[in-house]
């Protein structure tokens, strides 16, 4: 049995407003090492984080650091609790950087094997399906023009389910129209609708990029989770954020992580 924790839109480096960047960047940070204490605490063995890890235009090198060390911390207390490693799937986000150049490859290295960054290769219409115990996982970055990439792409994500049986997870990092409250001024080829999903073998999609926390969709047949920003962007940014624990039955349950400022 797999217990999954879910949090996204992290920002870790985001130091704006400029005249309280300093303050701004350890409230990220603070939110960042919470949530790992969370996910500690919670017992859980796999992480998906959909998107927006790092601020790519504000972070440094010891930003980068910072999140290896949080990372770490979290595989070897499940490894001394356990015995085994845990799963940390990275999604790109927006604020991630292009495929090409993208922050993610900051705290990949040849020996932390439980780090899976995914979903550009799905982009690129290739097949590209990760399974932690009985679930499989697919991922699809963000991409600006998403609404004509992903009809391009949608056989090679079905393909990616095809010969797994439920639980089935897709984690994207778009707007859902008809689940998010789209921002003015977002154009609709950047974003999904629910309808995109109606007829792929998924049972859960997880979606980044939206900030605020909202209640998980059920349709027919699937649910939605929007993940939520750890920390607000925005000091003015209503609502709690942080993180959700995903329970083997799909069933899912927020934890609020207290700002530091």
Not at 94 to 121: C, I
Not at 195 to 223: C, N, W
């Amino acid at each position: 049995m797999v217990k999954v924790g879910v949090f996204s839109d992290t920002h870790v480096g985001n130091a704006t407003p400029s005249n309280i960047g300093d303050l701004r960047r350890q409230a990220y940070r603070h939110a960042f090492t919470e949530a790992i204490n969370l996910f500690i605490q919670e017992g859980v063995s796999c992480v998906i984080h959909a998107g927006d890890l790092f601020e790519k235009k504000s972070m440094t090198p010891d930003d980068s650091v910072f999140v290896k060390k949080e990372l770490q911390r979290f595989v070897d207390n499940v490894r001394d609790k356990t015995g085994s490693s845990p799963t940390i799937f990275l999604l790109r986000g927006n604020h991630d950087g292009t495929g090409e150049q993208n922050t993610l490859g900051y705290v990949e290295h040849p020996l932390a094997q439980y780090l899976k960054p995914f979903g550009d290769k799905t982009l690129l219409g290739e097949v590209e399906a990760c399974d932690v115990g009985n679930i499989r996982i697919v991922g699809i970055s963000y991409h600006t023009y998403i609404e004509t990439k992903f009809k391009e792409i949608k056989p090679v994500v079905a393909q990616s389910f095809a010969d797994h049986s439920a639980p089935n997870i897709l984690v994207v990092h778009n707007f859902i129209k008809g689940y998010h409250n789209i921002p003015p001024g977002v154009p609709d080829y950047n974003t999904y609708t629910l309808e995109d999903f109606s007829d792929l073998p998924v049972q859960l999609v997880i979606a980044g990029h939206y900030h605020s926390k909202l209640v998980p969709m059920k349709t027919k047949d699937k649910r939605f989770l929007s993940s939520c920003a750890t920390e607000a962007e925005d000091r003015g940014e209503a609502g709690e954020h942080s993180l959700w624990i995903r329970h083997v039955d799909l069933t899912t349950r927020f934890i609020a992580i207290k700002p530091l400022h």
